[in-house]
Structure formats: C-alpha cells, structure tokens
C-alpha cells in the first residue's frame, strides 16, 4: 500500500520571539532558523518516518531544490514534485514565543502552480485501496479528489487552513476528514449538520490539550482519546504530524483506534521539539518515547 500526498512545500523562516507581535509592533527575535516545512511536506515525512510509503505530489520553484532533497533524504517519492521557473517556492514566516504559541504568515507560490497533468501522472501509478491526502495549501485539490475516488483510493482531507466552501467542495468525495475543534464548529455552521451527520466514514476533530475524537459515521460510534502530558516547547507542524502517523499507521494495516493511539504519541513527543518537518519524530522514536 502507498499513500500519495498532493500537498505544500515550504520554508520555513522561524523566529524565536518573547512573544507574539501585535498590530504596528516592531519586535526583536531572539534566534531564526529557516527549515522544511507547509503542511504537506510535514505530513509526507510523518508518513514516511511512520514506515509508510509516500509519494508527494507538489511543485518548488528554481530556489526550492534543497526542500525536493530534504523530502527525498526523508524516504519519500520525489519524482512528482515538479521544480518551476516563474515562480517562488512557497514560504512561511513564523513567530514562536516563549509558551511555544506560534503565528504564521505563508506565500503559496509554486503551491497554486501544481497541474491536473502532474496529478494525473501521479495517481496513474497507484493501486486500488491506496490513500490519496490532500490538504487546502494548493489548487486542484476537487480534481485530485475526484481522480481519487474514481481509482478506489481512500480520499482524506486536512481541512486547514480551513476554508468551509473548499471543504464542501470535496465533502462527498471524502472518506476521511481530520480538523480542529474550532473548524469543526465552523463547518457546522456552514453546512447546518453536526460532524455526526456528515457523509464521510471516518471524522477526526483534534482537540488540543484535550487529545482528539474520533467520528465513525457508518457505526455510529465517537471515541475521545486523551492528550498526553508534556512540557511544550513548539505546536508548530504538530497537527501535521497526527494526520501523517494516522494515514500511515491505517495504511499499515492497524485499527483506526490503534493507529490513532500511535498518532497521539507522535504528536505529543513532536510538541516537545523546535520547528516543522525537521522535527518530526521517526516510528522507533515514538514507540519508545516515555510519555
């Protein structure tokens, strides 16, 4: 089995700061580093470091061929990431402060440039029963689900940045849906139904401190799993790291309730760490965290 990631590629610029900027504030960071990140690639490296195989579908610009070597450095298929002309990797400046909080503000680039060819050269190399991930970081996200469907993936969708009319867009394609406690209430203000009436099996809504609930809507069934207690140094990237050790674990072959205990550990040891994809804990590592 195979998971094929349509996602972002990123840099990171990450500035250590005493805290969050506010409106006209000039602030000294105290440290910058710049590494791999956008939601896509971290998911692809949690999936590839939870022993999955992964093949990212994506696009860099002429300055992002050191992001194509990390992904590929990390065992994931970087065949598909095309490398553009015109335009710039897409990059991301994050704030950090001393709670481990963070704010983001990311340029999408070459992640608006990926073509429904690439897609389609992509997936035609895939089996049935493989997952297709996408996230809302780049266009063609509805085609690629689509294509999805048609070849008998199992589709799952990382609502974030959430947008409730892209998550609609792809709604009855879906067969996994994770997002956030706060998504979650917007979605259902959007749409009029509560996650438990949604038309997709399998809902994931991350809860923070709290841990998660898991959503199956063919059974009927809701489980809340709880969050680990550790100290917090970075949430950076963390959520990506749920979703990446979640997909790969299912595509192993466990449960969804045992592939979910696995993706709260990974999330938790990932929250103990500074920065995005580098960060990103393997399988060996999360086993044998003492959490």
Known sequence: MAIYNLGSINADYVYQVPHLPGPGETLAANQMHRGLGG????????????????????????????ARQRLLEYGVDTRHIAVLDKVPTGHAVINVDQSGENAIVLLPGANYEITENAIGKALSESARGDTLLIQNETNNQRYAAQMGKDLAMYVAYAAAPFEAQAVADVMPLLDFLILNEVEAQQLEAATGQSPEQLPVADIIITLGAKGCRWINTVKRTVQDFPAFDVEVVDTTGAGDTFTGYVLAARDRGLPMEQAIKLAMRAGALMVTRAGAADAIPDLKEVQSARL
């Open 39 to 66: 939601k896509g690639a971290n998911m692809s490296v949690a999936a590839s470091r939870a022993a999955a195989l992964v093949s990212h579908i994506g696009a860099v610009g002429t300055d992002g061929s050191w």
